[in-house]
């Protein structure tokens, strides 16, 4: 089967428009019945699946990095009567278990991205919506800034999920109703049971929309809500886009290729090994030099590797189970790199780079992988790249050196950067998540900022999980990789997912780790997805055959 | 050549390469000094400079195997010797059978196996703990040349575990190793792991039972384990098997010397009646009763150590081919176990019955009936000499749910004859089935050092050939 593909451009989308007009754009929602990712449904009523977000995906990223001129974007649908239907349900009638999940992971992922615009890149999202809004339509909207409802007697906004298909507004909706726009919880009840949705004056008072329009004056009031947005944002008309060109990669058995970063793949051990290409030297790094290379700089040209590989594991190879990361390069020349995005953080393209670096690393976590990072001689963890240490599963790192390699022994160097500027979903920092926010055990790691940490003292610290000399470090790898993929991958998820997220919750974390755990169990469970189940029933006239029991 | 590597290498005789071993080397580097320093604070107490006619393994070749000679036992060369490698040998059970076997630690099992060397490795120090004080009751210089030369092997078994651990387990291996050191018999802040290996070892018959009966557990068990998919395990337990075989002839011609001994004085002084036990007693000789109690007691700690009847553990380690059944390869089945049964005796309902459970749980029971077959064995040559003398009695072994702490019978009060009695009733025969205080004192009044070239105590008749076809009064052991 040929793999799915993370990139595309405004050119090839099927489903999206983008039009750009100064300072405000509009996304507006057209899905191509025919063109949907898999064959056996038609993408009718602006339904969606897994094409569609990918395009959606590329447009959010496109319009921080191109266009910095843009402060509001307005959703909005291309079809008469549908705003959008929600996600296609003879899709997810028909997808295995494996591709839901990843599907509306990376759903949830895409929308998280939209918040994440309005809230630190200055770009507000509002959704605009005319006619039916219903499920994943009425969540994507969720995830903006502000919504708009047309008061035309039809247009409605519901969440059908559960009556239509025993299954759960799964991507965000529950927990954004609630936690986001405070939506008492009974009503929630009632409107989450009411398969026609709500409209007009009910949805404004209920709190599901913020304002209802009648159709004469829609155009009117969007526009005019967008201005008023415009106008309370500071003016950005000087800072310059760049172009986000295509990715280039090579695929072949035993890996994937891509410019600062190699993907060796070992299938009998079921591990794929990131080998980054960090870089040798810093000798012009500049705001003129960041400018100039564009998407071709390195930190943003590794993050987009990066992100484009998980993306491609996840939907593509869901075997390998084991994701390793390593990296190759001078630990000083990350360490100048780390403290120049520190330096300039008022710069457009520096903020997007570390906002992106940030959401990179939040998918790595929310990927149900094992994650193992191995600091060896040569490699080059310093700064934000640190946080592929203080975000795995387990670290190992070498101690001393290599029997045969002359090189200085490994190294790992904090930067204050990883205490500020990447959060987990939970909202705080990777180290303070690994210690529990103790400041006993902080307060340590902190002292040592910008010092090039070696093994033990690393161990000593707690910022890695084992440290082996010369002698040990092959058999223990490669007996600890064989261990891992002995174990079963449900245990694994569920174990990782368990232990990486400790602390707070928040809106992200209640939706990946309740909202999806329990959307999940309900797609295995026969009410929904057995022959007789409603998922599995939708569309035959019959209704759907549950278990009475409660679980 | 550094001077580490040339003094590694005479210091122990190996099979391994441990001069080119840099891993293991450095780990035994850390281990060798602690181990002397076990020895000599654990080991034979008052004897560490005495020279003992000791021999020492320095190959595995029949040439190299048995080397005699005069040794003082802190500087006993301990090696590590494996059988040799079979070649093209294949997984003989279990879900890997017909694969290669393994030359590394699949990581998969490396927690299983890691936890059958510590298990294995934990017996070997502690009997060694156990004896340590019998050198000041020793019978003879053979008897005492006997149980040092059990002792230094003892030592050798846990330097093959050890090895094991340290070449392959990396670092939980060289912790494992020094909790290996660290763990004391009888402690109580850190026991051995088993039962048996608590037990004190007051006497030199509890020593003969001891090596009869709870080494031969030890042989079961490397039995199992020398059929293991993890070759560097296999070969080092078929190297074990041969000394243990010695231990176990030390523990049985030990036991029938005493048995000869009594049966001998008994009919010189006419006493017909086995079980007059006071008039035996006066000849000081060890009345066969209570030789047959202490086999009662030493079966039954042994029995204890093969686990619970029915395991899922023992089931996991022969599913993952790592801990096969006694003669696995002579065994004519599917080496896989998946659908047969095999009969286990248990308390159904308050009575004794044979209950089939799936053959891969029931493999505790199993080798726990080669074992009990290979005890009755040696039961009937001592029933040989008894009969030899003209003694009317016989040693029987007890029922196997008599005097358990582990396993089916566990919380039931069985009689060696197998009747269940109530808990009351037990403890008012308890004399009549395991050593009581009084017959514990009258044998500690026998067991008085004697060292004399030659000699022999009163309780235990000399051998028929000394060690190394020595004659009768050679100098086994030289006290300084
Ligand atoms: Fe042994
Ligand atoms: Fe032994």
Redesign the interface.
Same mark, same amino acid.
């Given at each position: 089967m040929k793999p799915i593909d993370f990139r595309t451009n405004p050119e090839s989308y099927h489903h999206w428009r983008l039009e750009i007009d100064a300072d405000v754009a509009r996304l507006i929602m057209d899905v191509s019945e025919n063109d949907g990712l898999f064959s056996g449904y038609e993408l009718k009523l602006n339904s969606y699946d897994l094409g569609v977000d990918i395009e959606l995906y590329d447009a959010i990223q496109r319009l921080r990095f191109e266009h910095p001129e843009i402060k509001v974007v307005i959703l909005e649908s291309g079809k008469d009567q549908v705003f959008c239907a929600g996600a296609n349900i003879r899709m997810l009638a028909s997808a295995n278990h494996v591709h839901k999940v990843n599907f509306c992971k990376f759903t949830n992922e895409t929308r998280n991205a939209m918040e994440d615009a309005t809230e630190h890149s200055g770009q507000v999202y509002i959704t605009a919506i005319k006619g039916t809004c219903a499920g994943g339509g009425y969540e994507l909207a969720l995830a903006t800034g502000y919504i708009i409802l047309a008061d035309d007697g039809s247009s409605s906004v519901a969440l059908p999920e559960v009556p239509l298909l025993a299954v759960l507004p799964g991507t965000g909706g529950l927990t954004r109703i609630t936690d986001k726009r405070k939506v008492r919880r009974d009503l929630a009840d009632v409107f989450c049971t009411t398969e026609e949705g709500i409209k007009g004056q009910r949805a404004k008072d209920w709190r599901l929309v913020d304002e209802i329009v009648p159709l004469s004056q829609f155009d009117d009031c969007v526009s005019a809500k967008t201005r008023q947005l415009c106008d309370n944002r500071s003016d950005s008309s000087d800072q310059q886009g760049i172009t986000l060109n295509p990715i280039g990669r090579e695929i072949s058995d035993s890996g994937i290729t891509y410019s600062t970063l190699h993907i060796a793949v070992d299938r009998n051990n079921k591990v794929a090994t990131f080998i980054i290409d960090g870089p040798t030297d810093y000798a012009d790094l500049s705001l003129e030099s960041l400018n100039q290379s564009g998407d071709q700089f390195w930190l943003l040209c590794l993050t987009r590797e990066l992100d484009d590989a998980i993306l491609h594991l996840r939907l593509n190879e869901p075997e390998l189970g084991t994701l390793v990361f390593k990296s190759m390069g001078s630990i000083a020349a990350v360490a100048h790199y780390d403290a120049f995005i520190q330096n300039n953080l008022d710069n457009h393209l520096v903020r997007e780079m570390v906002l992106y670096w940030k959401r990179t690393m939040k998918r790595l976590d929310l990927t149900s992988r094992s994650l193992i990072t191995l600091i060896e001689q040569g490699s080059c963890f310093a700064g934000f790249l640190a946080e592929l240490v203080f975000g795995a599963d387990r670290a190992y790192m070498l101690e001393g050196q290599h029997e045969d390699d002359e090189r200085e022994p490994a190294a790992l160097k904090i930067s204050q950067s990883n205490f500020d500027l990447f959060p987990m979903s939970n909202g705080i920092s990777r180290l303070e998540t690994r210690f529990h926010s103790d400041t006993e055990r902080l307060k340590p790691v902190q002292k040592t900022i910008g010092l090039a940490l070696e093994a033990e003292q690393c161990e000593t610290l707690g910022l890695v999980t084992f440290i082996y000399d010369d002698m040990d470090w092959d058999e223990e790898i490669r007996i600890f990789l064989e261990e891992r993929a002995s174990f079963s991958p449900d245990s694994m998820v569920g174990l990782e997912a368990n232990l990486r997220f400790s602390g707070p919750e928040t809106m992200e974390t209640k939706i990946f780790g309740r909202l999806t755990a329990w959307q999940n169990w309900i797609f295995q469970r026969p009410n929904a997805v057995g022959e007789d189940g409603a998922l599995k029933r939708y569309g035959t006239g019959k209704k759907g055959v549950f278990d009475p029991q409660r679980v | 050549m550094s001077i580490d590597k040339i003094s590694y290498d005479t210091l122990i005789p190996n099979n391994v390469n441990l001069s080119s071993d840099? &891993?293991v080397l450095?780990a035994l580097e850390q281990w060798h000094p602690q181990y002397i320093d076990w020895w000599k604070t654990m080991g034979p107490d008052g004897f560490q400079d005495a020279e003992v006619y000791l021999r020492t393994a320095i190959s595995v070749e029949t040439k190299g195997w048995a080397k005699f000679g005069y040794v003082k036992m802190p500087d006993y060369r301990w090696g590590i010797l494996l059988a040799p490698q079979e070649e093209g040998r294949k997984i003989p059970f279990g879900e890997h059978k017909g694969e290669d076997v393994w030359q @590394?630690?699949? #990581? @998969?099992y &490396?927690?299983m196996l890691r936890r059958l060397l510590v298990i294995q490795g934990d017996t070997e120090p502690a009997s060694v703990e156990q004896q340590r004080f019998l050198g000041a009751t020793a019978p003879s210089l053979y008897d005492l040349r006997n149980v040092f030369q059990v002792n230094v092997e003892e030592g050798r078994h846990l330097w093959a575990m050890v090895y094991l651990l340290q070449k392959?387990f #990396?670092?939980d291996g060289r912790e494992e190793a020094h909790e290996l050191l660290r763990r004391r018999s009888g402690d109580k802040d850190a026991p051995r792991m088993l039962g048996a290996f608590n037990e004190e070892t007051p006497d030199w018959l509890s020593f003969f039972m001891f090596a009869f009966f709870t080494d031969r557990d030890g042989k079961m068990q490397l039995e199992s384990l020398a059929q293991s998919g993890f070759d560097p395990l296999a070969r080092t337990c078929r190297f074990m098997l041969t000394e243990e075989a010695h231990h176990m002839f030390v523990g049985e011609s030990g036991v029938g010397r005493i048995i000869q001994r009594t049966c001998e004085t008994m009919q010189q002084a006419g006493i017909d009646d086995p079980f007059d036990t006071e008039k035996i007693r006066q000849l000081s000789v060890i009345d066969l009763p209570t030789i047959q109690k202490k086999a009662n007691l030493h079966y039954s700690l042994s029995l204890d150590l093969f686990g619970s009847e029915v395991s899922t553990n023992a089931a996991n380690f022969y599913n993952a081919s790592l801990k096969g059944r006694f003669k696995e390869t002579k065994l004519t089945d599917d080496h896989r176990l998946d659908n047969t049964t095999y009969p286990v005796l248990k308390l159904v309902n308050g009575a004794l019955t044979m209950v089939d459970e799936p053959a891969l749980t029931a493999l505790n029971m199993r080798l726990r009936d080669d074992y009990v077959d290979d005890c009755a064995r040696g039961i009937r040559r001592w029933n040989k000499i008894v009969a030899n003398n003209g003694v009317e009695f016989e040693f029987k072994l007890p029922h196997t749910g008599f005097n358990r702490q582990i396993g089916q019978f566990a919380n039931v009060d069985i009689s060696p004859q197998g009747e269940i009695l109530k808990p009351n009733d037990w403890q008012i025969a308890r004399n009549n089935f395991l050593p009581s205080t009084d017959d514990g004192e009258f044998i500690a009044l026998l067991m008085r050092q004697e060292t004399r070239r030659g000699k022999f105590a009163e309780w235990i008749a000399p051998p028929k050939s000394g060690v190394d076809n020595q004659a009768g009064d050679f100098e086994y052991v030289r006290l300084s």
């Open positions: - | 840099r &891993r450095k @590394e630690v699949p #990581g @998969e &490396r927690a392959y #990396g670092r």
